[in-house]
């Protein structure tokens, strides 16, 4: 039984509080705490009446601050007042003054707390939670959660029973924590607007305990009542997240872990919560997928799965697979790592499809709608982007097209990353992941329902713009050439897309789209294959040269009078050195992925039909296409495969044709480009030859000829002759074995083709002008006067004249063979031939005169296969071909090799010389047939006699020989002429081989 003495204290006690009138001073005195706390020691039944007197003084304390305290709205913090004493001197001293009473009460709690039962703890927590928020909303001001902290912590009360509630929460098990916490939410549902300060101080020293508190709590809530609201238990989580965010992240992954892995009854529903918490905050949300992604493997993945029917069979979670779609496009971080994430398992289960589906359709609907949406934040980073790129190349087609979907959704608000999309699946190469195409070809069709979506233009202006960086960077050494080209990946991917948008097999892409980009971004696309041919052209040429060097250093090692070696010296030695080996290996490679790249770009342009008389192209972009085109011709010609050469000139004369037909100004470029290269750049693609610089003789010094005539006496003849011995040089230069060379007969052909195409024209009239043009092409190069090059032939004599411009031209057809099947080709495109008079002037004019000068040795006989003779056929063949040499003179040229030196010249003189004189080869002496053909009518202008008479006194004097070819020329046409009555009238004694062909007739 209790004691009667303490009843009776009791009763006083009562009696005292409620007697008194609200009176600071009475109600703070020593004597009733003494009292108070007394009866709580000795009666603890009765606390509830001494915990609600220590509220009262609790009050009074914070009263007085309250009326007296100077504070700053802003900080919270005392303006210190300045106070005058003695001396002038001043101290500052704050305006503030509370009565310390609570100091002891406070004391008393605290050693019943650390001393006393357990149970004091919870029942001491739980009063000051509640007593700290109705004092702070009773006598609260509007300020900021810090300002307010910084305010309350000022007050010596409401530190003192925040002090109290952390001692209570150290003594506190999990289960007695669970009490304080849900009286701490009580007390933030009720004071939401002045307790966030509190829950601010209390997590700041108890984050771990009280976070994971909340969540256990919330756990319960939602298991015994659902459905319930958290408002309270999400507003003290997001103030405590700001300050300790990974802290909230460790207890998410503690309890996803305890969900994850059920071992309670409660635990099983731990994942129905978390999604169920999560629609309350995002910045729950976002830190719970974070912890989520940092713990999801295929191991969790699989839990995963099995775990999904013991949540689908509970009935909290029947609603609950709407609401992921709704939580996905709330997170401003992880968001698009989560979708990919999920559609990696889209193969596997089914829902994440549906998922899927559903997510991308509303994030779509609410950016065509403009709304806001935060997962479009996490969709513009520069991580997710790089992310969603390498998912685009991925083999999974769910993961690749959910990629794809999640950047044109963002595409429509932020264009850069369109277009930063396009360049970088451009880059990549998918011969091993053809479906990667897809990616780009989804791109490309754009955002369906956007008006105004980017175009690809600049995109890929940007990625075209990157390639030319990047080869002119190899071109100047700054990298490393034999590195892996993007360049080459990217044209490949151009080109493959464009053939596709060509045959229309994608009816997401527009038709033209990806065309008219390409078209409009020439420009850069000739840039590009200007700098890759340009290497080419340059180890084309070395090459070139190391084998005419090598060439003609073997011929004078042959031909060299002393026996030592001396080229050898200017061979680079090869000792067998691995880096160097790996080197050239190395550029082999890489000058091979520099041709792939030249043919793939030629390629992009057939396939988009660049210079077509449809589009509208700069004149210097007309220029450097004819120019690059007829580049990679002559590249074309070197190529090593048969079907890859055949394939390229086939891809380049398509080129060539269509921009000559389109535009002349590229067909001027064209022929003028193919004929300046055949003679000078590109002439060892058709036997040119070419004098190499002369070498020092390498003469010893006593064989030299000054020192050999300083030897020499003065005599009385000495003075007649400054050279009286030795031999200049090495005498007389020996003929050149390399002149002459033939030209290759497939190089030949192809470029003959080549010209074909580019004078190739429906109308009939422009094509005779394209060769007429390469006929004054031919006399620009190869002439080298301006004076004298008209269409006449002049006299005889006047060849002296002209003999050192002969000799350059005839000089010329030696050292490059392609001049003659150049003049053979213009020559069968009558009357291109008769402007290149000039040429066909210096070639009868030397060969003429050099017949006569074989007369001075009387005893050298004509070489049939000899330069002079093959020249000399030549000559008459195209005068023939080109019907500027009517018959019978027309067949001179299978003839000529009968006659004598003295003959030959005197038939080139009397009868080819004498007959263009007369008749000046002229365009007028041709007329036009049916078929449009330019021909020369032999019948309506019958050579006269003088220009025959010569040619048929030698043949009958060769008649034993030339008795067929005489019958041809001279006897059968007059037969056809007088009618074949008369054929049987020729005498037989003529010759009996004449009879016998005239019989067979």
Not at 848 to 866: D, M, P, Y
Request: hydrophobic share 40%.
């Amino acid at each position: 039984m209790l004691k009667q003495h303490v009843l009776v204290e009791l009763r006083q006690f009562i009696q005292s509080v409620s007697t008194i009138h609200r009176s600071s001073s009475n109600l703070t005195s020593i004597g009733l705490i003494r009292a108070s706390l007394h009866l709580l020691d000795d009666l603890p039944s009765c606390r509830e009446i001494i915990f609600e007197y220590f509220a009262l003084v609790a009050e009074v304390g914070v009263q007085s601050y309250v009326n007296t305290a100077n504070v700053d709205p802003q900080t919270g913090l005392i303006i210190q007042q300045p106070q005058k004493m003695a001396g002038n001197q001043q101290q500052q001293q704050p305006v503030s003054q509370e009565d310390p009473c609570f100091e002891m009460i406070q004391q008393a709690l605290d050693n019943m707390v650390s001393k006393g039962p357990s149970a004091w703890a919870t029942v001491i927590a739980s009063w000051s939670l509640e007593l700290v928020g109705s004092l702070s909303d009773k006598y609260s001001k509007r300020m900021p959660i810090g300002a307010a902290c910084n305010y309350w912590l000022n007050c010596s009360t409401m530190r003192g029973l925040l002090a109290l509630v952390s001692v209570c929460f150290r003594k506190l098990t999990n289960a007695e924590a669970e009490s304080c916490v849900e009286t701490l939410l009580a007390a933030y549902q009720r004071y939401s607007m002045t307790f966030d300060w509190v829950v601010a101080r209390l997590g700041g020293c108890f984050p771990s305990k009280i976070i994971s508190q909340i969540l256990q709590c919330s756990l319960k809530r939602f298991s015994e009542n659902y459905p319930c609201r958290f408002d309270s238990e999400i507003g003290i989580l997001e103030y405590l997240c700001f300050a300790h965010e990974q802290v909230l992240r460790v207890c998410v992954r503690d309890l996803l872990e305890d969900g994850f892995q059920p071992k309670k009854k409660l635990d099983a529903l731990i994942v129905p919560f978390v999604l169920e918490f999560c629609n309350y905050s995002d910045i729950l949300l976002q830190n719970t997928v974070s912890v989520f992604l940092e713990m999801y493997n295929d191991e969790l993945r699989c839990n995963i799965a099995q775990k999904a029917p013991l949540w689908m069979a509970n009935r909290l979670f029947a609603d609950m697979q709407p609401s992921l779609n709704n939580l996905i496009l709330r997170l401003k971080m992880n968001g698009a790592k989560a979708l990919i994430t999920v559609s990696k398992m889209s193969e596997q289960y089914s829902w994440c499809q549906d998922f899927l589906e559903y997510s991308l359709q509303e994030l779509e609907q609410i950016v065509l709608n403009a709304r806001v949406c935060p997962l479009m934040d996490d969709l513009a980073t520069e991580e997710t982007k790089y992310m969603l790129w390498k998912s685009c190349l991925s083999t999974n087609i769910y993961e690749q097209q959910t990629a794809v979907r999640l950047l044109l959704v963002v595409s429509t608000q932020h264009n850069h990353i369109y277009y930063q999309t396009i360049s970088e699946l451009l880059r990549k190469s998918y011969a091993l992941n053809s479906s990667g195409l897809g990616a780009i070809v989804r791109m490309i069709g754009g955002q369906s329902g956007v008006v105004e979506f980017p175009e690809i233009k600049s995109g890929i202006q940007m990625v075209l713009e990157d390639a030319l960086l990047q080869e002119q960077l190899k071109k100047a050494r700054l990298t490393k050439s034999f590195d892996e080209s993007e360049a080459l990946n990217i044209f490949k991917n151009l080109n493959t897309l464009t053939k596709m948008e060509k045959k229309n097999n994608f009816c997401c892409i527009k038709q033209h789209q990806l065309r008219s980009a390409l078209n409009e971004s020439l420009p850069k696309i000739l840039q590009i294959l200007e700098v890759t041919l340009e290497k080419l052209v340059l180890r084309m040429d070395a090459e070139a040269s190391v084998r005419s060097e090598e060439k003609f250093r073997d011929l004078q090692n042959q031909t060299n009078n002393n026996t030592i070696n001396v080229y050898n010296s200017r061979k680079k030695p090869r000792l067998g050195i691995v880096a160097d080996i790996c080197e050239e290996e190395e550029e082999i490679d890489y000058m091979s992925k520099r041709l792939m790249l030249a043919h793939t770009i030629i390629d992009i342009l057939n396939t988009i039909e660049a210079g077509s008389k449809s589009q509208v192209i700069k004149t210097t972009e007309i220029l450097k296409m004819a120019i690059l085109s007829v580049k990679y011709f002559y590249i074309s010609l070197n190529e090593p495969s048969t079907t890859e050469r055949m394939a390229a000139i086939n891809r380049v004369l398509v080129l060539l044709q269509r921009q000559c037909r389109a535009r002349k100004s590229s067909r001027s470029a064209c022929l003028r480009e193919l004929v300046e290269g055949a003679l000078f750049y590109y002439g060892y693609l058709f036997g040119q030859y070419e004098d190499p610089p002369m070498d020092e003789l390498l003469i010893p010094e006593n064989e030299m000829i000054i020192v050999q005539n300083q030897k020499q006496s003065f005599g009385p003849n000495s003075n007649r002759s400054i050279l009286h011995a030795g031999v200049i040089g090495r005498g007389l230069r020996p003929e050149n074995a390399l002149a002459g060379e033939l030209c290759p007969p497939e190089a030949q052909t192809l470029l003959l083709k080549a010209l074909e195409m580019c004078c190739s024209d429906i109308d009939r009239q422009v094509a005779i002008e394209s060769y007429s043009t390469i006929s004054l092409l031919l006399v620009e190069m190869v002439s080298t006067d301006v004076m004298y090059n008209g269409l006449p032939f002049p006299d005889e004599e006047f060849t002296k004249v002209t003999m050192e411009r002969d000799l350059l031209i005839r000089r010329a057809f030696i050292t490059s063979p392609i001049l003659w099947s150049l003049l053979g080709f213009i020559s069968t495109h009558r009357p291109a031939l008769c402007f290149s008079s000039v040429l066909l002037r210096a070639l009868c004019a030397t060969c003429l005169h050099q017949w006569r000068a074989k007369n001075v040795n009387k005893f050298e006989t004509s070489n049939a296969s000899g330069e002079l003779m093959e020249t000399t056929k030549n000559l008459l063949k195209i005068l023939a071909m080109g019907q500027l040499l009517p018959p019978p003179l027309s067949n001179l040229h299978n003839i000529i090799e009968h006659f004598e030196p003295q003959e030959i010249a005197l038939l080139l003189k009397e009868c080819v010389w004498s007959y263009m004189k007369d008749n000046v080869p002229s365009p007028a002496q041709f007329h036009v047939d049916n078929n449009g053909l330019q021909w020369r009518n032999s019948q309506l202008c019958k050579i006269p006699p003088q220009y025959v008479d010569t040619l048929r006194n030698l043949m009958q004097k060769k008649l034993s020989k030339l008795g067929q070819h005489y019958y041809q020329m001279f006897i059968m046409p007059e037969y056809v002429s007088n009618g074949m009555s008369q054929l049987h009238n020729v005498p037989a004694s003529i010759n009996p081989t004449l009879s016998d062909h005239a019989i067979e007739i």
